[in-house]
């Protein structure tokens, strides 16, 4: 069974960086995508950066510029450099994994998320 965990997540002043890390288990195949969506407080789940296995990045507006993802295809670990953290950037952020199983079909995989929180 395929699983996500995630790690790194903490509290931060403005300003300040953090890593997020993201381990799976339970395939050994690569995820066509990997990444990271985030959940504010009061509102919906949004996609903050996604990789895929190709190389092609995603990411939200706000994280342009500040945001850098990764990811280790042999491992199938994903990373998220966060810079110049914001107030707005705190919420729960949660790893994401998609992959094309034997029965042709796409499924997605969520971690159980990891807080961020950034304060003045």
């Known amino acids: 069974q395929v699983q996500l965990v995630e790690s790194g997540g903490g509290s931060v002043q403005t300003g300040e960086s953090l890593t997020l890390s993201c381990a799976t288990t339970?395939?050994?195949?690569?995820?066509?995508?990997m990444g990271w969506y985030r959940q504010a407080p009061g509102k919906q789940r949004e996609l903050a950066a996604t990789?895929?296995?190709?190389?092609?990045?995603k990411y939200a507006d706000s994280a342009k510029g500040r945001f850098i993802i990764s990811r280790d295809n042999a491992k199938n670990t994903v990373a998220l450099q966060m810079n110049s953290l914001e107030e707005e950037d705190t919420g729960a952020y949660y790893c994401?994994?998609?992959?094309?199983?034997?029965?042709?079909?796409?499924?997605?995989?969520w971690g159980q998320g990891i807080q961020v929180t950034v304060s003045p």
């Open positions: 339970g395939t050994s195949k690569p995820f066509d995508i």
């Open positions: 994401y994994a998609g992959i094309v199983n034997e029965d042709i079909r796409y499924v997605d995989y």
């Open positions: 990789l895929g296995i190709g190389g092609t990045a």
